[in-house]
């Protein structure tokens, strides 16, 4: 078992289902464990959150523990995350001291920093995560990082198997216009765990706006390991047939990172096209509607389609918590890491 939680891409099939067993159990009140009493949970959040900060603080709660709720430049210092840099700018301590210092109070960390959108080389290796990670001697879990957002894809999953039932399904991933680029960190993640529990991924995105080549690499595997298929057009419509599950998510152009206004200018012909609406969801076989919140009304998707019985997404939302509480469980033990 991994020691940390960071993408689903280090845990294998197996041990993705036992946690989507798990989170059932604890959604019907079958379990009803307590492995955190008389412990804490450090939960770092670099950026603004609403569903994660409040699903990991009921859930640490709900697991007898403590939650510690940190803001660096807010609540806590300033933090550095790179090796070597001399520090006489505006960051105040350094990520080794810091995450370390955590682990002598707490029994794991959970960590949110978004993508700047600034350099596509540096954030693709998430480095503000992967240095909480090193320096840290108990669990880690990824509270969406630059590049994944792995608890929302798990609360995807268990989602799909919910309303679904086990087994393959015929899964439509699909760009939506958005007035402002946005980081890949949910459809990357949603993509990599939709291959592994076995499902038939259709990507479907306007051309400019291709997900980071080593993933897909990564995905290409995945499917192959799990006999799942994967498939990407560019067509908005046609990429409805016949789909089970729609998820609709927005994400920036590489071509354009660092470059906001071009890729707004880029994105601005495909508003009014690429949006979930009843024309295009009529094309599905029956298919539930996916979003990870929050949303833009009529710009993703429209109020006839979010407000339908097809929409699941406070469902989706709701099983954030059940998810984050099978993988505490999971990872934290009383020696660390191991």
Known sequence: MPRDF???????????EELIESALKFKSGDDRRMPLVGRSIALVFFNPSLRTRASMQVGVFELGGNAVVLEPGGTSWTIEHRDG?????????????????????????GVRTFAALKNWEEERLDPILNAFAKYSSVPVINLESAMHHPCQAMADMMTVREKLGAGRKRVLMTWAWHPLPLPMAVPNSF?????????????AHPRGYELDEDLMREINERAFDAGATVSVT???EEAFDGAEVVYAKSWGAR???????EDM???AQYRGKWIVDEEKMRRTNSAIFM??????????????VIDSTSSVVIDEAENRLHVQKAIMARLISG????
């Not at 960071?6 to 993705?16: F, K, P």
């Not at 020696?335 to 191991?338: A, P, R």
């Open 335 to 338: 020696s660390g890491k191991q």
């Open 265 to 267: 200018e880029e994105r």
């Open 234 to 236: 560019n067509d908005c």
């Open 191 to 203: 993509a990599l765990a939709a291959v592994q529990m076995g499902h038939e991924l259709t990507i």
């Open 6 to 16: 960071l993408t689903t891409g280090d845990w294998t099939r197996d041990e993705l």
């Open 85 to 109: 840099v001399v520090m006489d700018t505006d960051k105040t301590e350094h990520v080794a001291e810091f995450v370390r210092v955590l682990g002598r109070y707490c029994a794991g960390v």
């Open 291 to 304: 979003h990870c919140l929050p949303v833009r009304r009529n710009v993703i998707v429209t109020d006839g």
């Open 255 to 261: 071509m354009f990172y660092g470059s906001p206004e």
